[in-house]
Nanobody, 119 residues
Framework: QVQLVESGGGLVQAGGSLRLSCAAS????????MGWFRQAPGKEREFVAS????????IYDDSVKGRFTIFRDNAKNTVYLQMNSLKPEDTAVYYC????????????WGQGTQVTVSS
């Protein structure tokens, strides 16, 4: 089992920046990809970005391309989401997630961290 703990959320003005962190523990060798999703009030959870642990290959949702960067530190078992040029529509609870060998889809989730962008 892999456990995920997010941190770094908060309140920021539009145009500002935040960096989210996701620390993995437990059987971290069983995970091969990490990602970030977000859920705004009254909306479904949506994909933000993902990264393959070994290759560093990344994928972004169009809504965050050029503004957000996902990167990892494998030695620390930590994945980050650097968020720049934040907009009020980026306000949501951000969840870290992992894909693990032998499990379908995004099988492990953190508890989430709130990001609020004021206009």
């Amino acid at each position: 089992q892999v456990q995920l703990v997010e941190s770094g959320g908060g309140l920021v003005q539009a145009g500002g920046s935040l960096r989210l962190s996701c620390a993995a523990s437990g059987r971290t060798s069983s995970s091969y990809a990490m990602g970030w999703f977000r859920q705004a009030p009254g909306k479904e959870r949506e994909f933000v970005a993902s990264i393959i642990k070994n290759s560093g290959s990344t994928i972004y949702d169009d809504s965050v391309k050029g503004r957000f960067t996902i990167f990892r530190d494998n030695a620390k078992n930590t994945v980050y989401l650097q968020m720049n040029s934040l907009k009020p529509e980026d306000t949501a609870v951000y969840y870290c997630t992992a894909r693990t060998f032998g499990e379908p889809g995004w099988s492990t989730w953190g508890q989430g961290t709130q990001v609020t962008v004021s206009s």
